[in-house]
């Protein structure tokens, strides 16, 4: 079964500075997604970006930005310029590929707690 | 283009009583899910419906929880039976048949249950 594992509970960032959020996963599947939500305290799960397996570029989003290491099922989010609004609980999803009959549902980790610090 | 829509935002309900929570997919989307998140944890997949059908109910616990599509009108998971355990967040997302967006999932605001 694949999970998804993010070893850090907590994070803290000074305003303007630049952190690295990790997440590892685990699939014997070759064709999947991997996506960073952003859960702040309202609760609203909002997509930060999101990775395609096939895809070897890193996907960025303005100020967020992903290192993605296939072979070493790695997904770490850098959070460049860390603003106030930034700070949130992040998760990392894993979802199979949408074909093959392949389920859609997204596998979530635990969550990192990110504050920012003025 | 409204996003998915979740209601009511909080509903409590005493042990033994049913709940029902309600989700209007966005425009357009045929695609549905729901995760459960218990306090301090992350989300959990429970069920996955397109319109009239059940695709994956892996996550489903087995008694008291139930979820529908219809053709017409939201998808509704019901809980019958509360107890103090289902208290949680539980949220929906949709995703469209086809196109670009079809990997991504979009969230509603959730619903805040609370058993007493």
């Known amino acids: 079964a694949q999970t998804v594992t993010q070893s850090q509970p907590e994070m803290s960032v000074q305003e303007a500075e630049t952190v690295t959020l990790s997440c590892t996963y685990d699939t014997s599947e070759s064709d999947y997604y991997l996506f960073w939500y952003k859960q702040p305290p309202s609760r609203q799960m909002i997509l930060v970006i999101r990775?395609?397996?096939?895809?070897?570029q890193n996907a960025t989003e303005n100020r967020f930005s992903v290192n993605f290491q296939k072979a070493a099922k790695s997904f770490s989010l850098k959070i460049s310029d860390s603003q106030l609004g930034d700070a949130a609980m992040y998760f990392c999803a894993y979802k199979e590929g949408a074909y093959g009959g392949a389920t859609n549902k997204l596998i979530f980790g635990t969550g990192t707690l990110l504050a920012v610090q003025p | 283009n409204a996003g998915v829509m979740q209601n009511p935002r909080h509903l409590v309900r005493r042990r033994g009583q049913e709940a029902r929570l309600r989700c209007s997919p966005m425009?357009?989307?045929?695609?549905v899910y729901w995760y459960r998140q218990l306090p301090e944890e992350g989300l959990k997949f429970m069920v996955y419906?397109?319109?009239?059908?059940?695709?994956?109910e892996s996550g489903m616990p087995k008694e008291r929880f139930s979820a529908e599509f219809p053709k017409e009108g939201p998808s509704i998971l019901r809980i019958q039976q509360v107890v103090r355990g289902d208290s949680a967040a539980y949220f929906c997302a949709s995703s469209p048949p086809g196109g670009p967006s079809y990997n991504e999932q979009f969230f509603g605001p959730g619903t805040r249950l609370t058993v007493l």
């Open positions: 990775q395609e397996a096939y895809k070897q």
């Open positions: 419906l397109q319109k009239e059908n059940i695709i994956d």
């Open positions: 425009k357009g989307h045929s695609h």
